[in-house]
């Protein structure tokens, strides 16, 4: 398989603490609303317990994205290592690409009515360093892996509640969250 | 990119390397650009109080930045180490120090907000004076202007009552920079002064340490990851220490069974292997059913118990004589089985240890809670072991000079008659020069501050001081509060936003945000240091508070001089270095402070506290049985104290939100993003009871005030039990502290001087508006 980063989310490990998305909100001061990474907590049929369980989402790089395949003017544009990239410069703020994804990556922005989304921090992967995110996560519950080696058993590509797209192959993976045993209250 | 590098992204160890000048071509974002138009714009009078607007486009990581020494200074376990990286003077983005094994490369929501900080556009710019406290008439005056007015009152209340008994501080931990202490320097600086002492936050549970083991010293929490049974008792890591929480995984990857006992679902409990919803504030109970099962079983450590503790026999028959474990599961609610289990377990996995949650001592019996606890920890001989212990917080990290805290009164100055130490949990060096032995400051509770404002005559308190503290946001009963502060002639408050204490007052003074001072900063949980560098210039007229107590000394020396004993002018580079002595040096194995430009060092402790087992208690033993205790009005033995009596329908718990501390970082822009509004969480039972649905605005009402907000159905609380997080929304008039009074604990006043306040026994009704 050729080369395709991904994020890998261990919804087991998460504490919905929303480190990963103010630590992207950190490195690139999107404006309000314009948020690339969210931190989205399950509904109770998926974890019964409101709040306690999430899934971080931003970007999927699909394998096959449709915000490419939309966009008129070819401000996307797709890297060896898999990443998504949008070209904001040559953006003309048409929204195809908004009302094309069906995981709403791409948001708009007003203040430059133009479209922008999760870039993987490919800058900072060509220095080096790993995307804000993952390196912000306290609990390694975000990681970036490649695709062509990801090997991590029990590992899903469509957990309950993410939507599946096969004909996009969103290039994310997740491991479920646990329920603890729980010891309750007599008296109540 | 090679193949080493890949090798970086791919490992969940291995964190970031160095920055390396950037590659990127990129153009960034005009984001400087329009910082640097609006502090031009801000130096014209009446200076922009609303959102900058960004030009351009997207701002990416570009490389060849210039970094910075930053630290947290929040009342925080994690007291994380930052990394600045600045670019034509301003914070372009931050990220957790690498070098900080505990940090690791990272921060939380709260501290990424930071790069926000500086260059919100609430923030305070100026030094305002308010037409009318409360009406938000409010006028930018100079700083001469301000010092001035607040000179002239100090002056004035010096002549009326002979004293400065008149002018009282509230402070606390809204920065726990260790230069902060000039605040009370400043008022040592002036006089003797009414003082608010003590602390809200953890002093039950000192003070029982202090009677167990003769100090609060926890285990180096990166230890965790050796315990074979983790118990976290009362405390939620996930949101109130998110670095810790890898030690926790770590410790069960390696087999241990870890179990949160909370009366809430906590994030943390939603991580255990197993979670107890014990009933609020029976948890000493519990304890204590598990101790008269370990005891009967006979899988206490009798040689650990015979060798290095005393009173343990006493104790023994206390357990036989009034303790069962029917009784423990009835009070605590937890079945006998469940406890007998527990009990067994713990007893037999070697080593065990417990983290003690300050919320668990937040309660009218928390002091004996905590003793309970501990007693438990050392009973099965845990106590001193590597991946053991009973984990509390520390301060053996924190042995600065206070050169900023020791300042000197005034010649003549006149205070309360005779010697009296001021307490306090961080007030380490306590005054002993000759002057010192003929008056003292005027002490009062910190967690009675309306009460003590409405009782305290002769002289009243005339003028209030606030900082690093927001009284209407985290002080008790806050209808009371807005009494007291009638009473006041003059309340002076150095902040950053405009929060509701700062509505309360008549003048405001800008302080700087961490990015804009020097400063040290450690921590009472793991046992890291950093140094907070100078990364920007202060941003509009902020000044840190002793720059402020310097500006404020010059006023009044010009205009009674000698009536301020505090240097006018200082250079806060100095003033950090001050702080350094070759002790702190050689416990965090530096040559010099500069040692710490390249990274956070961490002390050169053994990583189990206790691990000689030299007690600090008068008989140098572990004592189960503390005489100390009883002098100061508590059991000898760590004795179940009763729960405080219900007194309204439903119990009422008022812990943090992920999102904040106490009233910091909700209000920011950033932080509105992902946490808009605030939610009470109710049970879907109570919910029936009240015909209240999902949604629905309700009221939280009790014998002291009420709170109105938004329902939201969970079972992550229990069914005779609401839940509201406590935070400060600036565009809403929700605050916790209408409903939560102010009763005290029962103990503290021992080491922090004043007892603690029980937070977490609070009572109140709901009903659908």
Known sequence: ?188 | MNNHKEENFMTTTNNAAEVQPGSCPLSRRNFVKGLLAAGLVANLPCGLLRPLQSEAGEIVYGGDYETFRNACPRNCYDTCSIKTFVKDGVVQFIEGATESTFTRGGLCVKGYGYTRRPYSPDRIKYPMVQEGRGSGNWKRVSWNEAMERIAKKILEIQDKDGSLLGMALSKYSGNFGITNYGVEGMMSSLGYTTRLTGTPCWPAGIDAQNFDMGDMWCNDPEDMVNARYVILWGGNAAWNSVHSVKYVYEAQRRGAKIVVIDPLLTQQAAKADEYWQIRTSTDGALALGMARHILDAKLYDRDWVMANSIGFEEFADYLRGNITVEWAAKESGIPAANIIALAEEFATAKPATIWLGYGLQRHVNGGATVRAIDALVAMTGNVGKIGGGARYGHLRTWGFNYHALLQKQPEGAKGVPGKAEVKGDFHFAGGDDAAALSYSDRSLNINKTAQVILDTDDPPIRMLWVACKNPFSQDFDRNKMIKAFEKLEMVVTVDQFFNETVAMSDIVLPVTTLFEEWTINASYWHYWLSINERAIQPMYEAKSDIQIAATLSNTMNELRPGSCTFPTEIDSREWMIKEFNQGIYDLFGISSWEDLKNGPAKAKMHPASWHDLKFGTPSGKYEFKSELAEQWGNKALPEYVAPRKQNNKYRLLTPHTKFGLHSQFVNLDWSEEFYPEPFVYIHPDMAAEKDIKDGDVVRIFNSIGEVTTTAKLSTVVPADAILMYEAWFKNNPYNVQNVVDDTSSDMGAYKTGQPGVAIHDQFADVAKV
Request: glycine share 4%; hydrophobic share 30%.
């Open chain 1, 1 to 188: 398989m050729k080369k395709q980063y991904a994020f890998f989310i261990d919804a087991e490990r998460c504490i919905g603490c929303f480190t990963c998305a103010m630590a992207c909100k950190n490195q690139y001061h999107q404006p309000e609303k314009v948020i690339w990474r969210q931190v989205y907590p399950l509904d109770e049929e998926i974890y019964p317990y409101t709040e306690r369980a999430f899934y971080s989402l931003a970007c999927n790089h699909c394998e096959n994205p449709t915000c490419l395949n939309v966009c008129p003017v070819k401000a996307y544009y797709k890297r060896e290592d898999g990443v998504v990239v949008h070209e904001q410069e040559k953006c003309i703020g048409c929204g195809n690409c908004i009302r094309s994804c069906p995981y709403g990556a791409p948001r708009y922005n007003p203040e430059v009515k133009k479209a922008e989304k999760c870039s993987f921090c490919w800058q900072r992967i060509d220095a080096g360093l790993k995307p804000q995110c993952v390196q912000s996560c306290p609990v390694e519950a975000l990681q970036i892996v490649d695709l062509a080696t990801f090997d991590k058993p029990g590992a899903v590509q469509y957990p309950p509640g993410f939507p599946k797209y096969p004909k996009l192959n969103p290039s994310v993976r997740f491991v479920l969250p646990r329920l603890p045993k729980i010891i309750g209250r007599e008296d109540i």
